[in-house]
């Protein structure tokens, strides 16, 4: 039962890798979504794939908020890094933390300004963030996709970073997170 809800000495425990990969798969297809859905205008309506983009959205919130609990609460393994790299690490995870919350979240505050109603998995509505026709909510949609790009950048440094471990240092770092 502990390896289920504890970190170990050298990998995360299944509730941290699950939450890690399940918001990978949720990033990837909001990233795909996004790229192939129409383009956003002053009369769109949010049907077919914006309508995915908005629930796999709602589902990132969702999946994020249990897994900044799940980390404050439970401490990652012990790290074995020098201190320029553990510090370049950490900077890199709070940047990832940080946008993974701050782009749904702008994303819903553009589409309350749309008047757009936003549920969780179809069935809890969510409020507005701001009121209908808000030119700040507005606004909110344009940082929304430049943060997405931003996004995508710091997902490449993370994934470098993965592979640098396993490839050039020859370490266990990737291991931590896929058990």
């Known amino acids: 039962m502990s390896a289920i809800k504890q970190n170990g000495d050298e ?7 699950l939450l890690h990969w399940s918001i990978v798969v949720l990033v990837a297809a909001q990233f795909v979504v996004a790229w192939t859905m129409p383009d956003v205008h002053r009369d769109t309506q949010p049907v077919g794939l914006i ?3 908005l629930a796999i959205g709602t589902a990132l919130i969702a ?19 020098p201190p320029l790299l553990d510090t370049v690490s950490r900077s ?4 990832l933390y940080a946008a993974l919350i701050a782009v ?5 505050a553009n589409a309350s300004s749309r008047g757009w109603k936003d549920t969780v998995f179809g069935a809890l509505p969510l409020p507005a963030l701001v009121p209908t026709g808000s030119t700040a909510g507005h606004a909110m ?15 490449g440094v993370h994934v470098g970073a993965a592979l640098f471990h396993r490839f050039v ?11």
Do not use: C, E, N
Request: aromatic share 10%; proline share 6%.
């Open 141 to 155: 949609g344009d940082i929304h996709g430049t943060l997405a790009w931003a996004l995508l950048v710091l997902i």
């Open 51 to 53: 309508a995915w983009h």
């Open 104 to 108: 749904p979240l702008l994303g819903w």
């Open 92 to 95: 890199t995870h709070f940047l």
């Open 11 to 17: 990998t995360y425990g299944l509730v941290a890798r």
């Open 169 to 179: 240092l020859k370490d266990k770092v990737l291991q931590r997170i896929t058990g």
């Open 63 to 81: 999946a994020m908020a249990v897994r900044v609990v799940w980390r404050v609460t439970h401490r990652p393994p012990p790290g074995t890094l």
